[in-house]
């Protein structure tokens, strides 16, 4: 009796392991093309405002409600989820929210679906993220691009370039005790692959060029490795700037250790508040990054909406993603979240410029900003720029064998 | 003198990073940087974010304590059966179902996740208690069995034999005599499954979309601050306290147990 | 010896078998899921439009091939690195959290209570809280009137780890051991104290030898976990950083940028590993592992 069931299970085992090797759920490939009720997938940043289109949209159609899901706030938390999800071809998220510099690996794996939506309200750059191979495959929602904080008491005109930084530094700091001249995300994480590569962009460069090709050992990319490098070195940023994130650098920069701080522009509300927690409150104001002979140019960041390619209902959620991104609802998000959205008409809407007076300069830069280098293998090249950059920074490898070597690891990774 | 100086230093030492943690919490977010020993002002603020509306934090909590609950009791009932096998019954391969057991533990567990999704997603476990309670099993499992087959080996033999003299079964005298004998290490063990699965993230984010299904460490990790970029420190901080406390009562209701067992006089 | 061995097989068939599908089902299929998959490779070519290549490759040992490589070779050393230090620290700190917690005097419940809080902290939740700590103008450094970089790359981050680690774990090593405390009858400290023993003497000749099965499991299971380690480091340092990434560091790295063939043969590598430490561990010091106690008890007796 016993014998036969222990013999049960070891064929269970057995057939167990026998499934692994095979690979199952051939059926829900392709998901469906319906409607329906839908799941919409997204980290919980600015829940409440995203809250109030899902009820708009409920409100409006009934038999197609969107349930909204929470994904952990990290961003690889949040990846980890959505290819999870794609692995096993679940159709749990039928839109999800994903990071700009994810659609390629998206698009190309066929987890998510090409999108035949108008973009013609939107900044022509963000659109360009949600584009893998000249056809949409992603929304753009969010948006943002790199600013220069810097103290209106102390700084007259913002600078225009890396040499008028440090001479406005030359001149103020002396007298200003305990503060450093400039400050970004130098961790070792996705902000220093968005501060090197508008580092090289802002001197006339670009990581990667059009035709896919890595370009780190050019002239520019030394010429940026190089100010960071020498920036550390002679202490114009200052060394903990290496664990700077976004908001251990924003509260140093509020603190007033920074005359000069790169941040998003969230930044400026916190900057502004006056219950304490801001030592530079009514003395900050923002512009465009600089750059190596003029204006700088930023990084794209920002968030595009996607349909997953195992959703059944397709058609529901593409609606969805055009009623999400629609001027009227992008307005009115923007007036309850500071949270900077891919709508053209808000960055000119008087209303909001008055509540948000950095949004003229924030267009300028979106307008100006380069996409991080689009990639299918994206967080293999992230990974090789961060492991460079790092170098550069802390000053483990001379500039130009940490730029050789970026060269050489991003070669193969770009490979179409 | 020596022994309370150690004493001292110990209770520092466990309590001090502690105390840093709850002082955080009663933080406003806009001085959460301050380290001033004290808060000041005082502020529930990070309470109230915790348990804001539609958070569902409290939801959470009991969703925990299901998990938590269920995984500790299974796990000691069917642990306890094989360590009593494992350690007094006399067959063979003994040490090969030891080093099984324990190879358990020796994977990555970062590796095993995928695969598990997979299975879990063919069987319709997705979003349910189970897909969260059966491979929190599994790393509760090896411990309780390799703690109590010793546990079990330093008891005396004779007072099992007396039972089965005095006409008790072999299983009987397991449950009449060994079980209670090895009450501490049994408590012992309750206790660190118990904290073991409570703090479980991986496994919980994985298996489990539903809110109303979720842990409490995977509702902590959706906690976000004001924008996208700011980690909510001190609403974290404040979770993370609401999320101890409950085993601090735990562990000062069952401790008393822990000493019992022989010190009771059993084996005079 | 006939009849009842057969007997008590049947029943130990039946108490084992629970244990041994939960196992079957949570951790043999997916651990021989898994261990296959590092001899295939998916995902990493492209097709004329752009699309990822379905289906997976028999790769053979391909994805071994990173074992004898840089960054793995570095992580192995820095797990064990890691593992040696704080599980020493551990066992230490632990026997003195159990001999504190085994005193009777009031409050010490409280005490025992206190001392388990680090081990009830989530991890998550610790690991940011030690950030916290650690970070360039955070309290360690105000405290310490020190302006070190904790959580840059570099021997201080390891040292971050470490304190951080050992914090949260050593409870679990006192809790374990101080059960082990509680099956030393009375009467044999008695006995000793009788006959003259010093403190030194009743703790080295009676408490250790006979707490010695308990130390022994909390410090196996503390060497496997802490072979296996990953979120402490990459929550309070970050990932990728040479001087704190662990194996399993290195092995979540690998997969969550989909690399599963590597991160695999690494995981197996890892298994391999642990199993060899495992099994000389037990190997030197199974007799206390696996044998009755009481003949030692008995010779505690005659020494005391």
Not at chain 3, 237 to 254: C, Q
């Amino acid at each position: 009796m016993r014998t036969r069931q222990i013999t049960a299970l070891l064929a269970l085992g057995a057939s167990l392991v026998a499934c692994g090797s095979s690979d199952p759920e051939p059926a829900a490939q392709g998901g469906g093309d319906g409607r329906g009720p839908i799941t919409f997938v997204g980290g919980k940043f600015e829940a409440e405002s995203v809250q109030k289109i899902v009820d708009a949209w409920n409100a409006a159609h009934p038999d197609e409600k969107a349930t909204v899901v929470l994904l952990p706030e990290a961003a690889d938390e949040q990846r980890r989820k959505l290819i999870q999800s794609a692995q096993t071809k679940s159709d749990t998220g039928d839109v999800i929210l994903i990071d700009a510099v994810w659609t390629s690996e998206f698009a190309a794996n066929r987890w998510i679906d090409e999108l035949k939506l108008d973009t013609s309200a939107f900044l022509p750059p963000t659109v360009e993220t949600g584009r893998y191979r000249d056809k949409l495959y992603a929304m753009p929602m969010f948006t943002g691009t790199g600013l220069l904080y810097y103290r209106t008491d102390l700084v007259k005109e913002p600078p225009k370039t890396w040499a008028e930084m440090r001479r406005i530094c030359d001149e103020v700091l002396p007298k200003q005790k305990g503060m450093a001249c400039y400050g970004g995300q130098f961790d070792k994480y996705e902000g220093l692959t968005v501060n090197f590569s508008e580092a090289v962009a802002s001197a006339g460069g670009d990581l990667v060029d059009a035709s896919g090709q890595p370009q780190v050992t050019g002239e520019a990319a030394k010429k940026a490795a190089q100010f960071l490098a020498d920036g550390f070195k002679s202490g114009m940023m200052p060394k903990e700037a290496i664990t700077y994130k976004e908001e251990e650098g924003r509260v140093a920069f509020q603190d007033g250790k920074l005359l000069f701080y790169r941040n998003w522009a969230y930044g400026y509300e916190a900057a502004q508040k006056t219950d304490g927690s801001s030592k530079v409150a009514g003395k900050t104001d923002v512009a465009p990054i600089p750059g190596l002979d003029g204006p700088g140019a930023g990084t794209l960041g920002g968030n595009n909406l996607a349909v997953s390619a195992f959703s059944k209902n397709k058609r529901t959620a593409a609606d969805f993603v055009a009623f999400m991104t629609s001027t009227a609802q992008m307005r009115a998000f923007a007036l309850t979240s500071s949270m900077p959205v891919a709508t053209a008409a808000v960055y000119d809407d008087p209303e909001l410029i008055k509540k948000y007076p950095y949004l003229p300069a924030l267009k300028e830069g979106i307008l100006a900003a380069e996409p991080r280098p689009k990639a299918v293998r994206y967080g293999d090249v992230t990974a090789a720029i961060q492991e460079s950059a790092y170098a550069v920074v802390t000053g483990a490898k001379p500039v130009d064998q940490a730029m050789t070597e970026l060269q050489a690891a991003l070669g193969p990774l770009l490979q179409p | 003198m020596w022994g309370r100086a150690g004493m001292i230093g110990i209770a520092l030492y466990c309590l001090v990073p502690f105390y840093w943690m709850v002082v955080s919490s009663f933080r406003r977010t806009s001085d959460i940087y301050d380290v001033s020993p004290l808060p000041s002002p005082w502020s529930v603020e990070s309470y109230d974010a915790v348990f804001a509306e539609g958070m569902g934090f409290g939801r959470a909590l009991v969703n925990s304590l299901v998990v938590a609950g269920t995984t500790t009791a299974v796990t000691l009932v069917i642990g306890t059966l094989a360590a009593y096998a494992l350690a007094r019954l006399r067959f063979r391969g003994k040490n090969v179902i030891l080093a099984l057991v324990i190879a358990v533990s020796m994977f990555p567990g970062a590796l095993l996740i995928v695969p598990l999704l997979k299975l879990f997603t063919s069987i319709g476990w997705i979003n349910s208690y189970q897909a969260m309670i059966v491979p929190s099993m599994s790393f509760a499992l090896p411990l309780t069995i390799w703690n109590l087959t010793t546990f079990f080996r330093q008891l005396p033999q004779e007072l099992e034999q007396a039972a089965m003299i005095d006409g008790c079964t072999a299983f009987a005298a397991f449950r009449r005599v060994m079980v209670p004998l090895a009450a501490p290490g049994i408590f012992t063990t309750a206790i660190l499954a118990f904290i073991a699965t409570w703090n479980e993230f991986i496994i919980a984010v994985t298996m489990v979309n539903d809110q109303d299904v979720q842990t409490a460490t995977v509702r902590i990790a959706q906690f976000t601050g004001a924008a996208k970029f700011d980690t909510p420190f001190g609403t974290q901080m404040a979770a993370g306290v609401l999320v101890t406390i409950p085993l601090v009562l735990m562990v000062m209701f069952f401790q008393r147990r822990i000493v019992s067992g022989l010190t009771a006089g059993a084996l005079k | 010896m006939t009849g009842r061995p057969r007997g008590q097989s049947w029943l130990a068939a039946a108490m084992l078998s629970p244990t041994m599908i939960v196992l079957a089902l949570v951790v043999f299929y997916p651990l021989v899921a898994a261990m296959r998959e590092s001899f295939y490779t998916s995902g990493q070519t492209l097709d004329a439009d752009g699309f990822v290549v379905e289906g997976e490759r028999f790769a053979g040992l391909a994805n071994y091939a990173g074992v004898a490589g840089e960054r793995f070779l570095n992580a192995a050393l820095n797990t064990t690195l890691f593992t040696v230090v704080t599980v020493g620290v551990e066992v230490v700190l632990g026997v003195a959290m159990a001999l504190v917690m085994q005193r009777a005097f009031r409050g010490r419940a409280i005490l025992r209570a206190g001392i388990l809080i680090p081990w009830a902290v989530p991890t998550a939740v610790s690991g940011l809280m030690w950030k916290w700590i650690f970070q360039a103008d955070g309290v360690a450094n105000a405290l310490l009137g020190t302006e070190i970089l904790w959580t840059a790359d570099g021997p201080w981050a390891k040292l971050a780890v470490v304190v951080a680690d050992v914090w949260k774990t050593a409870p679990f090593v006192g809790l374990l051991v101080l059960a082990g405390l509680q099956i030393i009858p009375s009467e044999v400290y008695e006995a000793a104290k009788v006959d003259g023993a010093s403190a030194r003497q009743r703790f080295r000749r009676i408490t250790l030898p006979l707490v010695k099965p308990a130390l022994l499991v909390a410090v196996l299971f503390r060497l496997m976990d802490a072979l296996r380690v990953f979120d402490l480091p990459y929550v309070l340092v970050g990932p990728r950083k040479h001087s704190v990434e662990t194996l399993s560091g290195l092995i979540w790295d690998e997969a969550t940028r989909v690399h599963y063939g590597p991160a695999s043969a690494y995981g197996t590598a890892l298994f391999a590993y642990i199993a060899v430490i495992a099994f000389v561990f037990v190997k030197l010091l199974g007799a206390d592992l696996l044998s009755d106690v009481r003949a030692r008890r008995k010779e505690a007796r005659d020494v005391g």
